[in-house]
């Protein structure tokens, strides 16, 4: 009977650890960290990895245990000897908690994963960039960082984690394809600058769901190089929207193509389906599609700006422009915050071409108000369409 016990407590034990089915676990606890929110685990974490990275078996995980585990500035590089990593999140991973704790306030990122392929991070855990330092002025000599950074990682699956209080971007995705993002919880105030929830650049294949992101800029913000981006069932607010840009800033040619928007809801946002673009810049934001949408309170619930301006000024005599062409605005219903709840601001220079809307109805959410619409040379066709786009045939 002991002998049987034994073998039972040994199998249980295997399971854990992936011995016997080619796994390895790796604690970070076992590599010196201490869940206790004020030691720097930068060293353990750094260890863990590089264990982790030269496992050879496909599927080694590095765990990360109840606790609150501090970290500085961090980079996690591969390539590994696996293309089938994970990581998993149960405790809290929290920033130094002032500017003047950071060990380096120059990266322009708190954790950056490069060069890493098939990489998964789970769990129930919490990311937390105690944000609230930088927000105000930040000392000269510092660059708010983005969170967490993947750069040249292709195959990645992130899921399960909250995402706390960043000082920038929550999430920036470069270089990377094959991407999936679901099941994630992305807070801040709405009054936090550029703290985007998801910021996509460079990147193809990346499918982001079922995750709900309030922040204080873009829920999902998709920039030049990318291309077939969906995101679905995503709910957005407070925030800036679901952006396509801004592309074509300082004249740059910058391009984005392919992003399907589906059953999102925007509530309460500064915006809700937007695509901006810099005065005399050139490329293209082709084949987009924001569909099955729900509004609440939705500031300019549809807007293309073609004519985008962050300083305020209106930038005329501009001889190029970043070309917009083929958008489809399809069932989207709900309130707007604004009477003018569709804008179609378009370029003198180019315009916007192959505009399609159906099966909207955007009522105001003010008593009384009535919405409209507001467009300048934009060419298309609208259908059942509530405000009535005048530029756009019926």
């Not at 407070?238 to 801004?246: A, T």
């Not at 300082?250 to 309460?268: I, L, N, R, S």
């Not at 315009?351 to 619409?373: E, F, H, R, V």
Request: include cysteine.
């Amino acid at each position: 009977m002991d002998l049987l016990v034994a073998l039972l407590v040994f199998c249980v034990a295997a399971s854990f650890l992936g011995i016997g089915n080619g796994k390895s676990a790796f604690n970070v606890v076992n590599f010196g960290a201490k869940g206790d929110g004020k030691t720097d685990n930068s060293q353990a974490f750094g260890a863990a990895w590089n264990a982790l990275c030269g496992a050879t078996q496909a599927g080694s995980i590095l765990q990360i245990p109840a606790g609150e585990f501090l970290l500085q500035p961090i980079a996690f590089e591969g390539p590994c000897k696996s293309s089938n990593l994970g990581i998993q999140v149960f405790g809290n991973i929290v920033a130094p908690n002032s500017i003047e704790e950071w060990k380096n306030c120059q990266t322009g990122y708190w954790i950056s994963f490069t060069n890493v392929d098939g990489l998964v991070i789970d769990g129930e855990g919490t990311i937390d960039g105690k944000g609230s330092a930088w927000w105000g002025n930040v000392k000269k000599g510092c660059q708010r960082p983005k969170a967490l950074h993947f750069n040249n990682c292709n195959n990645l699956r992130l899921s399960g984690l909250n995402h706390l209080n960043s000082p920038m971007s929550h999430i920036a995705i470069n270089d990377c394809h094959v991407v999936s993002i679901f099941n994630l919880h992305i807070t801040a105030p709405g009054t936090s600058p550029n703290t985007d929830g998801i910021d996509i650049s460079a990147s193809t294949q990346v499918n982001i769901h079922d995750s709900y992101i309030a922040t204080g800029d873009d829920c999902v913000a998709i920039n030049s190089g990318s291309s077939q981006i969906n995101i679905t069932s995503v709910v957005c607010g407070p925030g800036h929207g679901i952006s396509v840009g801004s592309l074509g800033k300082d004249g740059a040619e910058e391009t984005a193509e392919e992003v399907h928007v589906q059953h999102c809801t925007f509530q309460k946002t500064q915006n809700g389906a937007r695509i901006k673009t810099w005065p005399g810049g050139s490329g293209f934001a082709r084949a987009i599609t924001f569909e099955h949408i729900t509004l609440i309170d939705a500031g300019n619930p549809i807007i293309i700006d073609q004519n985008y301006r962050k300083d305020g000024r209106y930038h005329t005599n501009q001889a190029s422009a970043v070309e917009i062409s083929q958008v489809t605005y399809s069932d989207i219903q709900g309130t707007s915050a604004d009477m003018q709840a569709i804008t179609l601001d378009c370029s003198v220079v180019i315009g916007c071409k192959n505009i399609l809307m159906d099966q909207i109805n955007i009522t105001s959410s003010l008593p009384g108000k009535t919405t409209y619409a507001y467009c300048q040379n934009a060419e298309g066709r609208s259908s059942s369409t509530t405000p009535n786009v005048p530029c756009l045939k019926n």
